[in-house]
């Protein structure tokens, strides 16, 4: 910024200066006022969430068996801190391998810290890109994600 | 449509040109001002929006135009609320006494040759003289109110104008020793072959300046700043008073934008489109200015604000004034 010892000179530094300043500020606003808006019409318009996005854990569906793959060990049950998992398996017959049957999870004691998603063996937990997760009541929280699953089919 | 007709002859017959012509003016005004002031206010609201990347209202009618009607109707219907130590009268009579000179000064407003109620041989004085009773009522309702962020707005608005109305009457002076007259029309039609903001570019700058400043628009909106003094002298209002100060500060606006259209950008002139229209046209251009103006800048200190007053806008005016005189002189 020019500074002069001359205060008249100084004056007509300090319009001039200040006029241009305010050019630029206007240039600015007016160029934003012709570039594309980035917000959404929400109900009508959603975004998809990114990668890294936590919502509640579901399942993730495989090709080969077309459902899940879990085992119910039970070890996501017992790793979780807030004793948010209850899961039920059942054998259908001697010899074959244990398969989950029910899954529900309550979600107002979740804390989305996903070691249960780490801590799978069969991998088959996933976090959900759910966002919307307004509840009427308590027990609206609690997710049936085995019956989730079967629904999004 | 005959039927409309045959009373407007009628009407004609009755009371002679100056009273129908006053009475048809009238009766438009009441329809095209709070109109005016709805389109405006959401006109602002776009503006404000695309400038901040996005889209503002766009629910009701097509881009939510008819937003700001509803929120008008709205209005219409809530609770009128007198604080308890209030000037009862002083608080009643303030928003009624802020809407006149927003009416009055209509009479003179030159939309195109036929468009204009009556023809003052004095029209910008009398727009200059009325703008006065604004702040008069801006006081009014201040004191009135009995609430100290609403008195200490009012007494700004007082000591902004008064600083500001030197450099918008010497600014709009030069454009008048140009024309000799102080009849719009006659300034508009002074302008055919050359607009005069090129005659005068630092008399419109401070025009625009100036008349900003006076109708209580950012970054001179001390008087209202949301931030130290809840909404200043129309705190204490609800319902319709409100929206008459509401509705006044935009057709003070609208008022301005129009003088200085006739001042500088050649009123009605412009080719191929009827006169009304690039009166329009002009006229939301500079509101727009306005409104460009209001989203790109913070708004100013009081020392600042004063200091851009007696320090730069009127000598700078005044010198403008005085270069005029004489080259018009020598000519």
């Known amino acids: 910024m020019k500074t002069s010892s001359n205060p008249f000179i100084q004056y007509i530094l300090d319009i001039l ?43 993730i569906r495989f090709d080969d068996t077309k459902t899940h ?13 807030s004793h948010v998992i209850k899961l039920q398996g059942e054998k259908n017959r001697a010899g074959d391998k244990k398969v989950g049957r029910q899954y529900i ?19 088959t937990l996933k976090f959900s890109r759910e966002y919307e997760l307004v509840f009427y009541q308590r027990w609206d929280t609690v997710i049936d994600i085995m019956h989730r699953l079967e629904e999004k089919q | ?63 939510g135009i008819l937003q700001n009607l509803a ?24 928003p009624i006494v802020i809407f006149v000179p927003s009416f009055v000064g209509f009479v003179v407003i030159p939309f195109s040759p036929l468009m204009q109620i009556k023809d003052l041989n004095v029209g910008i004085l009398l727009i200059f003289s009325f703008s006065s009773l604004t702040v008069f009522s801006i006081l009014m309702a201040g004191w009135s109110s009995n609430n100290k962020y609403s008195l200490v707005g009012a007494v700004r608005s007082v000591a902004q ?69 809840v909404s200043g002298f129309h705190t204490e209002y609800t319902g319709i008073r409100f929206g008459m100060f509401f509705m006044a500060e935009y057709t003070n ?28 046209i002009k006229v939301f251009f500079l509101i727009f200015i306005i409104y460009w103006i209001r989203w790109t800048f913070p708004r100013v200190r009081f020392d600042q604000l004063m200091n851009f007053a007696w320090k730069i806008l009127i000598p700078i005016s005044l010198l403008n004034l005085m270069i005029t005189a ?6």
């Open chain 2, 71 to 94: 929120d008008g109707i709205k209005m219409l219907g809530k609770d009128l609320i007198t604080p308890k130590l209030a000037d009862k009268f002083l608080f009643w009579i303030a």
């Open chain 2, 1 to 63: 449509m005959t039927e409309l007709i045959q009373i407007i002859k009628d009407i004609y017959a009755f009371f002679g040109y100056d009273l129908t012509v006053g009475l048809v003016g009238l009766v438009v005004l009441l329809a095209f001002v709070p109109l005016n002031v709805v389109f405006m206010v959401w006109f602002e609201m776009k503006v404000a929006a695309h400038i901040t990347l996005r889209p503002a209202f766009m629910r009701v009618g097509p881009h």
């Open chain 2, 161 to 229: 104008n008064v600083a500001y109305e030197i450099p918008l009457l010497l600014s709009t002076m030069s454009v008048i020793i140009m024309t000799n007259s102080f009849r719009m029309s006659d300034i508009v039609a002074a302008q055919t072959p050359v607009w005069y903001i090129l005659y005068q570019p630092i008399a419109a700058l401070i025009f625009v300046i100036s008349t900003t400043a006076e109708c209580n628009r950012s970054p001179f909106d001390l008087v209202e700043a949301e931030s130290e003094l």
């Open chain 2, 326 to 331: 004489i080259v018009l002189k020598v000519i």
């Open chain 1, 69 to 81: 793959h879990c085992v119910a060990c039970g070890l996501c049950a017992r790793t979780c801190p």
């Open chain 1, 17 to 59: 200066i200040g006029a241009k300043s305010l050019a630029i500020g206007m240039w600015v606003t007016a160029r934003r006022l012709f570039k594309p808006i980035i917000t959404v019409q929400y109900p009508y318009q959603k975004i998809t969430m990114s990668p890294g996005f936590r919502g509640h854990i579901e399942f």
């Open chain 1, 105 to 123: 999870i309550d979600f107002s004691k979740c804390s989305l810290c996903g070691l249960c998603v780490d801590v799978c063996p069969e991998q």
């Open chain 2, 253 to 280: 606006m609208f008022i301005a934008a129009s003088m200085a259209t006739v001042l500088f950008l050649g009123g009605w002139h412009g080719p191929f489109l009827p006169g009304v229209i690039w009166f329009i």
